[in-house]
């Protein structure tokens, strides 16, 4: 078997368990109340933005069925999928990232510092994505991002446009339903999103030897408003459960994408809404593989609580950031690893 690169190896206090806890009570939320009405019925909808609102507080994390997103746009995702990274590596090579542009193949991610046991292809939504020059205050300058084009498996770009298509619009109709669920306007959010900088991922886990050692992805807490991600049948994703602070899996489910809370939704709605750690487990058998739309707004983004949400008594947590930066500054932060740490969110907090 070898020894393992010590790039791989996580601290003790981050290593998996060797018991799994299967996440009981992970919200499942029936969005069907949205498409089965010609005019939407009230009181359904406000049946769930108090499901969505309560999920979003005592979890963070919850999963949603009859989306609307067609199961057979999804199962040719997973196809094209799985041929793109059963190709050899100096195939993937020809697609990879590089430090200007972060779309297209990537194999040395690093969260926290530690390299995840996993490979990427990342996507923009918009093509090019506007995005600045630098994370420098000062530097106004803006650059474009742009996708890459496979050659291989065909129709790769097209498959991954149109997928990416439906999960937004189901990103918008969550995003609705959490503007209400905090008493605010529902096309509250939608504005910040017209130039918008998100970002679709595939991701495939190998089989790893050291299960015990290395993680497919370390924890952390997602960057943007909100993710919309699927995973396949191996299961894999643990969260990091709010009630006790235990590592809990969730149970894969075909039919259902998993929505988890991202920082900006922490931020905009002034921590009622707090995004939740979660990380990926290997297998030393099976190979995973899920795929995930990070919702991100547009770079001139100045990130700030809700006004509608502050007061005097209840005064704003954070101070404004730009998002652009930030995003920058992440980016440039997960392409190699660095002896400082990685831009948070909470290093705008007002304590
Ligand atoms: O693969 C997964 O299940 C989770 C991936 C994830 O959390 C991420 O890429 O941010
Ligand atoms: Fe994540």
């Not at 503007?179 to 495939?204: I, P, W, Y």
């Not at 886990?205 to 049948?233: F, M, N, V, W």
């Not at 795929?291 to 700030?304: A, M, Q, R, Y």
């Amino acid at each position: 078997m070898g020894e393992i690169d010590p790039a791989f190896v996580q601290g003790q206090e981050h290593r998996r368990k060797l018991s799994i806890t299967e996440a009981q009570g992970i919200p499942e939320i029936d969005l069907s109340p949205l498409f089965h009405h010609q005019l939407p019925n009230p009181s359904a909808i406000e049946g769930l933005v108090k499901e969505i609102g309560s999920a979003c507080k005592e979890w963070g994390f919850f999963q949603v069925t009859n989306h609307g997103v067609p199961p057979s746009l999804r199962h040719k995702l997973d196809e094209a999928s799985r041929l793109f990274f059963a190709q050899s590596l100096e195939e993937k090579k020809k697609v990879a990232r590089d430090a200007i542009t972060p779309t297209g193949y990537h194999d040395t991610e690093h969260t926290k510092n530690v390299r995840d046991w996993k490979e990427v292809f990342d996507f923009l939504a918009k093509d090019p994505t506007l995005v600045p020059l630098n994370s420098d205050k000062n530097d106004s300058q803006v650059i474009q991002w742009s996708n890459p084009s496979p050659q291989y498996p065909p129709h790769f770009r097209d498959i991954i446009k149109e997928y990416i298509e439906e999960l937004e619009k189901l990103a918008y109709k969550l995003l609705e339903l959490i503007a209400l669920s905090l008493g605010v306007d529902a096309k509250r959010f939608e504005g910040f999103f017209e130039d918008q900088t998100s970002v679709f991922r595939l991701n495939h886990y190998p089989p790893c030897p050291y299960p015990h050692l290395a993680l497919g992805l370390g924890r952390h807490k997602d960057a943007g408003a909100l993710t919309i991600l699927s995973q396949d049948e191996v299961q894999g994703l643990e969260v990091l459960r709010k009630i006790d602070q235990e590592w809990v899996l969730v149970k894969p489910n075909p039919n259902a994408y998993i929505i988890n809370i991202g920082d900006l939704i922490q931020v905009w709605s002034n921590d009622v809404y707090e995004s939740v750690e979660h990380r990926v487990i290997v297998n030393s058998k099976k190979e995973r593989f899920s795929n995930l739309l990070g919702l991100f707004p547009s770079h001139f983004t100045e990130v700030k609580p809700l006004e509608e949400l502050i007061n005097e008594e209840n005064p704003s947590k954070y101070r404004a950031f730009n998002w652009g930066k930030f995003l920058v500054k992440r980016k440039s932060g997960n392409f190699k690893k660095k002896n400082e740490e990685n831009i948070q969110i909470y290093h705008y907090k007002i304590t």
